[in-house]
């Protein structure tokens, strides 16, 4: 039987963890080929696990170590899959960074730029290198993770917010200007997952979150990989674009 993505090349950005790494999982699973990419080396214990992890499924995956912070990087990484491994049709623009919990007024400029480039500039880098090939096919889907920091804002968390809520205008204006190429670019928006990133929040700080969450506990990564293979493979897509998808058990109700 063949599978939905058969044939299709994804690039899921910042995935050998977390979110990104399950959502290479449900995208190999249904036939995609798989790059991932990540700040952490080919050989550093977290790449390996992930890659070994990807190859028990039978999955075909290459991995490319790239900052997405440099646009040199990520310009180098697409021309080297578009030249050894396909067009990329499918791209996750996951990667990305917490700030350190603190009032806009304390954060350094190199603080500051730091998270505006990991989770703003990279998304437009990325945008910006795979469209005009996706428009010459006439095929493309992307899905950027945003946040529920991207509808509310949160106190000390500005210049993530910042970033989370930037994605959603890149998203909502680049979807409008692909319209008529197949091309659909959607955006998803979770609460506190449980995922390797909580490591670096204060448990006092995972747990008002939680507690902001109606249905009680912190999302999976799965769930969330559900969610943005939804929004690559569904025939429902043809006529969804430039939204943000709530992921949150119920604590954005609108
Ligand atoms: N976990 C959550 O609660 C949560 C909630 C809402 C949104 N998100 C978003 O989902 C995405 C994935 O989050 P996660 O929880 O899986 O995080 P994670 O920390 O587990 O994984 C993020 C990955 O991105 C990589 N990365 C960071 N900076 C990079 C860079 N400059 N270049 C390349 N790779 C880089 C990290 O090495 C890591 O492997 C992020 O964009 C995050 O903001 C997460």
């Known amino acids: 039987m063949t599978k939905e993505l058969e044939g299709i090349v994804a690039l899921v950005t910042g995935a050998t963890r977390g979110i990104g790494l ?10 995609a080929r798989i790059v991932i990419s ?6 550093s214990e977290t ?17 490319f170590q790239c900052d ?12 080297e899959i578009e030249r050894n491994i396909g067009n990329i049709s499918v791209l996750i623009n996951n990667a990305g960074i917490p700030q350190a919990t603190k009032p806009l007024w304390e954060m350094s ?31 493309g889907r992307i899905v950027t993770l945003s946040s529920i920091s991207g509808k509310e804002g949160n106190a000390r968390e500005a210049a993530y917010c910042a970033t989370k809520h930037g994605v959603l205008g890149l998203t909502k ?19 506190l997952i449980n995922t390797p990133l909580l490591e670096s929040l204060p448990q006092s700080q995972i747990d008002y979150f939680t507690r902001k969450i109606p249905l009680g506990r912190l999302g999976k ?34």
Not at 22 to 31: D, E, F, I, N, V
Not at 38 to 43: I, K, N, P, R
Not at 173 to 191: F, G, H, Q, T
């Open 22 to 31: 399950a959502t290479a999982k449900k995208l190999g699973r249904s036939g």
């Open 109 to 139: 400029i190199e603080e500051w730029e730091n998270v505006i480039k990991t989770n703003l500039d990279s998304v437009f880098y990325c945008m910006k290198l795979v469209l005009p090939k996706m428009i010459e096919r006439n095929y």
């Open 221 to 254: 990564a799965e769930e969330v990989a559900d969610l943005v293979k939804f929004l690559v493979c569904s025939e429902a897509v043809n006529f969804i674009t430039g939204m943000a998808f709530d992921i949150s058990g119920g604590r954005a109700d609108y």
């Open 68 to 79: 997405v912070r440099k646009y040199s990087e990520v310009e180098r990484m697409i021309c």
């Open 173 to 191: 204006s680049v979807a409008k200007e692909v319209l008529d190429y197949n091309i659909r670019i959607n955006a998803v928006c979770p609460a």
């Open 38 to 43: 990540d700040l952490s080396s080919e050989q």
């Open 47 to 63: 790449t390996k696990k992930a890659l070994s992890e990807l190859e028990n499924e039978n999955i075909r995956c290459d991995f």
